[in-house]
């Protein structure tokens, strides 16, 4: 019984594979790629990307949770010092049955005591197209009642090695009554 359940699972990962490419190297190669970059052999590329983020806070399948808060967050008309742990879908539009591109993971806190700002700490990673199982990171503010922000690209994986960059975030939606939101982002990054 054992042996069979080892090979259905060996099978399994065989065929799953090409469905989870990633564009993540050995570390052989990654060092080879260094050294093209270091060597200036390497050329800056410029990539533009645009994609809706879903934040969901309530229903059957959320995809944000509140996992810490202060013993100050429910009386701080800011929510100061609540924190969310987050999977949201990425997608092509602003329906969610659109065309999923990504997953935005890590987490948001509300930061600031004045103003309702999140600090965001996220990974956008790409599953699908050219880009698949690259990421970008994201740390910085994010004012939410701005109609626009803008926050920075410090980094990435796959096709995104060494990336640096902007996004700028537009609500689309938000519903008071839930929390959900669907935020509209542009991103300019250059990565080699």
């Known amino acids: 019984m054992g042996k069979v359940a080892i090979v259905v699972m060996l099978i399994t ?24 970059v270091r060597l200036g052999l390497a050329a800056e590329k410029v990539t533009k990307l645009h994609f809706y983020f879903h934040d969901i ?9 509140r ?6 967050t429910d009386k701080s ?6 924190v969310n742990m987050v999977d949201d879908p990425l997608t092509e539009g602003p329906e969610l049955t659109s065309k999923e591109v990504g997953r935005a993971q890590g987490l948001y806190g509300l930061a600031g005591l004045e103003e309702l700002s999140l600090l965001m700490t996220l990974n956008y990673v790409f ?9 970008l990171s994201i740390l910085g503010r994010n004012p939410v009642w701005h109609p626009v922000r803008e926050m920075p690209i410090v980094g990435g994986s796959g096709v995104f090695r060494l990336a640096r960059g902007v996004a700028t975030a537009k609500t689309y939606s938000f519903n008071v009554t839930t929390g ?3 935020v509209e982002y542009n991103v300019l990054v250059i990565h080699y």
């Open 13 to 36: 990962l065989a065929v799953a594979k090409p469905i989870v490419h990633s564009k993540i190297e050995e570390p052989k190669e990654v060092d080879e790629w260094f050294h093209k």
């Open 127 to 135: 599953t699908s197209g050219e880009y698949n199982g690259s990421t």
């Open 67 to 72: 996992v810490a808060q202060s013993s100050f």
């Open 180 to 182: 959900n939101a669907v």
């Open 77 to 82: 008309p800011t929510l100061f010092g609540l």
């Open 57 to 65: 806070q309530s229903g059957k399948n959320p995809t944000a949770m």
